[in-house]
T-cell receptor, first 113, second 112 residues
């Protein structure tokens, strides 16, 4: 059973608009959440993270929101740029783990000029 | 600024052959990981090593073995490759829990 779910396989947005990528999780022991970006033929690169003691974290154009009661997090990209086109993975690690990350299946974002 | 380096980048094996995927990191990280990525499946953890001298199974360990040779290096071995092991393999490392993991560029393995 999937513990981290990204229910939208793809998302298309216009350049300059907001991109919102969503992620749901089922394991209440998760205490740290991350977003990774992946281009074809490259390894995932870290974007932004959030601890379960917070509900928001910002880094430039990227903001992650965490709603613990709903077991939901989202990544907002404002404004979206064509270079943001990539696959975005949501990941989480659990209390007591050794930092092992559980990944969602990813959402492919396409930003059109 | 190498980060996490994986070799080889591409490999084709015949069913039953063996091979070792190499991974090294130069960030003095304690933890290292091996993931595989299959179409539509995200990344799944094969094995991990929380510190030098320790290794543990992840979600999909069957058919693989690992060695944490020293703090820098963490290798993944396929003793008898099967077509189901055709995948892209990523090595990663992190300093501690609740810090980001850094990934290598991946090894694309095809088993025919």
């Amino acid at each position: 059973d999937q513990q981290v779910k990204q229910n939208s396989p793809s998302l298309s947005v216009q350049e300059g608009r907001i991109s919102i990528l969503n992620c749901d999780y089922t394991n209440s022991m998760f205490d740290y959440f991350l977003w990774y970006k992946k281009y074809p033929a490259e390894g995932p690169t870290f974007l932004i993270s959030i601890s379960s003691i917070k509900d928001k974290n910002e880094d430039g154009r990227f903001t992650v929101f965490l709603n613990k009661s709903a077991k939901h997090l989202s990544l907002h990209i404002v404004p979206s740029q064509p270079g943001d086109s990539a696959v975005y993975f949501c990941a989480a690690s659990a209390i007591g783990s050794q930092g092992n990350l559980i990944f969602g299946k990813g959402t492919k974002l396409s930003v059109k000029p | 600024n190498a980060g996490v380096t994986q070799t080889p980048k591409f490999q084709v094996l015949k069913t039953g052959q063996s091979m070792t995927l190499q991974c090294a990191q130069d960030m003095n990280h304690n933890s290292m990981y091996w993931y595989r990525q299959d179409p539509g499946m995200g990344l799944r953890l094969i094995y991990y090593s929380a510190s030098e001298g320790t290794t543990d199974k992840g979600e999909v360990p069957n058919g693989y073995n690992v060695s944490r040779l020293n703090k820098r290096e963490f290798s993944l071995r396929l003793e008898s490759a099967a077509p189901s092991q055709t995948s892209v393999y990523f090595c990663a490392s992190s300093a501690t829990k609740n810090t980001e993991a850094f990934f290598g560029q991946g090894t694309r393995l095809t088993v025919v």
